[in-house]
């Protein structure tokens, strides 16, 4: 698949309906941070936080919503009622969402889970020295471990990379999920299933669509850090950082993203789901 093509009509798209879109990107990224609010303190906060995710688990569908719209040459009919589709229709959603979920984040616990039992026996003194080892002190004996030991360091850089390319990897191929849901009404398993399918050879695609805007996110993440620096004297210093990088990101390059990633799922679907299906009574739903 072109790349640049692809890019290049999320662009067009979102010639006229540009603005429209960075305020639905915004107020959506803006609620996606609540659960984040309870991610420093005690059992109780952690336990609003673990709640809150689940509750806005099918929040982000708003964004799968307006963007097929502006793919689909719909952009006029973008409203704020895309902003909270994903909790009007959570009860139908929700599944699909858990399922894609499930997939992605236990079969990456469970590869953890296997590369620590099988090098658990290497690693184990080392974890258990470090978590023993004072705040102030950890630093030293990091710095201490990578000189005296970096067999060890390049052992925890594989396992971590391989960590890092399952979740990748697992979170292609559901990629299609949220998209087949709202065009063609294919939900749980069977959008599991249809979306595996439909990114089966087009993997290493996608990944290049998505490093097409790493500049961006690196750029994006690096304002952050440095907000969070320089606030670093008040509480909310760290949420102030979040607010930034969610406008930064809405005006440079979130909804160009978004829309070409709808603009792929399109490229995929429409020949699987509407060529084939001319002059057929097939439904999806």
């Known amino acids: 698949m072109n790349i640049r093509h692809i890019k290049e009509r999320a662009n067009q798209n979102l010639v006229d309906c540009k603005q429209q879109m960075i305020r639905i990107t915004i107020i959506i990224l803006l609620v996606s941070l609540i659960p984040d609010i309870f991610s420093e303190g005690n059992m ?7 709640i809150l995710l689940i509750v806005l688990m099918t929040w982000n569908h708003g964004m799968v919503t307006a963007t097929l719209k502006v793919v689909r040459n719909n952009s006029h009919l973008l409203s704020d009622d895309d902003i909270t589709v994903g909790m009007k229709r959570i009860e139908d959603l929700f599944f699909t969402y858990l399922v894609s ?8 616990m469970l590869t953890t889970y296997i590369l620590f039992s099988i090098f658990g026996s290497i690693l184990k003194p080392y974890v258990l020295q470090a978590y023993f080892t004072s705040t102030t002190s950890l630093a030293n004996y990091l710095v201490q471990l990578i000189f005296s030991t970096p067999s060890l360091i390049m052992l ?12 990748i990897l697992m979170s292609t191929y559901v990629f299609a999920m949220p998209y087949l849901k709202e065009q063609y009404g294919i939900s749980g398993i069977k959008a599991l299933k249809e979306s595996f399918s ?7 695609d996608y990944i290049k ?8 996110i690196f750029l994006s993440m690096i304002i952050m850090m440095v907000v969070v620096r320089l606030l670093s004297f008040i509480s ?7 607010i930034v990088y969610v406008v930064f990101s809405a005006y440079t ?3 160009q993203y978004k829309v070409s990633q709808a603009v792929f799922f399109e490229e995929l679907a429409y020949y699987r789901y509407e060529i084939q299906n001319i002059g057929k009574d097939d439904s999806f739903v």
């Open 198 to 204: 439909l990114m089966s050879g087009h993997v290493w």
């Open 44 to 50: 109780i906060a952690q336990v609003i936080r673990l």
């Open 156 to 167: 925890l850089l594989v396992i971590v990379l391989i960590v890092l390319l399952v979740y």
């Open 101 to 108: 979920n499930v997939v992605v984040y236990g079969v990456t």
């Open 236 to 242: 909310i210093g760290s949420l102030i950082a979040s």
């Open 209 to 216: 669509l998505e490093l097409s805007f790493i500049g961006w």
């Open 253 to 255: 390059f979130y909804p």
